[in-house]
């Protein structure tokens, strides 16, 4: 069969794109050659409805194996009793534990947006926002860490069914048994949402999440390498027979109301060739090398950290334990923008993200703030001898934002640079 020119053009292009670019937003990283084969294998032609043994269509026993084999693989990573690899994203996930656990109207708490929160923690745009009552916690300002104080407080005062930690632009580490006791006490459940961190967990480099939460959620393709995807777990507190009674008086366990909440509840058909480079992402964080690559992505954001606060810059909480930083431009550029920001650093191929900071005095659409992440330059293979240079190149490009001509050398060092740094093998 012919190829389709126009797209087949339009994914080169995007090949080279990511080819010649230094890439440095937080939630990106590129995976390995044999996840894209899986994504892109005959498995996307089956349906397979419901869960493996129990399907909906015939012909799902292949699709089984390996819908197990990520389910397996997932456990054995987090030390988890419960797993569910079906959601299609985090968002998905979380839209699933929403469904399981809160009825329409019920109150939960999340970390606020332009804290570091994520949409479906409850933004007013999001369902989380419009289907339930979202009350938030925040960052202390002084010290730019979640302040456990106030969402202790507001926890006894308004007495939410679930409270929710995690966050997209966060670089602290979370204290989670101080957050699971005060849910203790007003018998909410805790959810993580350990998306950003996943891959460093995997590795046990942060904290383990499923030791404290009732429910965890996870996207399958930032830190942890994976394709685009959403997975839940729970580990401890699989065993408890909390959940909701049915009307003919009996508990059914949180596991089949996570089930039954992903799939018919919100989602259809699984991406079984997606859950394949699941299992295939999951292999790969099993072993030893995974457990180098995340010290090294640590290592990386440390230094970078480190390069930004050297030249001046503020980083929200004065640094990192992960793989992110957010950079508060007005210590250094007062009047520059990260809108403005984000776009000059793209003309340079170097490719971040605006984020508004903590109190941040401008809107979502301008922000005072660059979100910055070392996952997918550390598979790349940059090592920390580059993030200074790299932090100086960033540097170069802020200081004349609007000149072409700066833009211009700075591009042409990246793409010189990275050229030395091979990417795709076919
Ligand atoms: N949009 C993702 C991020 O960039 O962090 C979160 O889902």
Redesign the pocket.
Known sequence: MKQDPEIFAIIQKERERQTKGIEL????NFVSDQVLQAMGSVLTNKYAEGYPGHRYYGGCEVVDLAEDLARNRLKQIYNAEYVNVQPH???QANMAVFMACLKAGDTFMGLNLSHGG???HGSAVNFSGLMFRAIDYSLNEQTGRVDYDELEQKARAERPKLIIAGA??YSREWDYARIRKVADEIGAIFMVDM??PAGLIAAGLLDNPLKYAHIVTS?TH?TLRGPRGGVILMGKDFANPWGKTTPKGEVKMMSALLDSAVFPGTQGGPLEHVIAAKAVAFGEALQPEFKTYQQQVKKNAAVMAQAFMDLGYKIISGGTDNHSMLVDLRTKYPDLTGKVAEHALVAADITT?KNMVPFDTRSAFQTSGL?FGTPAITTRGLKEDKMPWIVELIDTVLQAPESETNIAKVREVVNQEMNQYPLFAW
């Open positions: 937003i937080a939630s990106e994203s985090g968002a994520h949409l479906s997209s632009a998306a950003h996207t930032k993200n979100r």
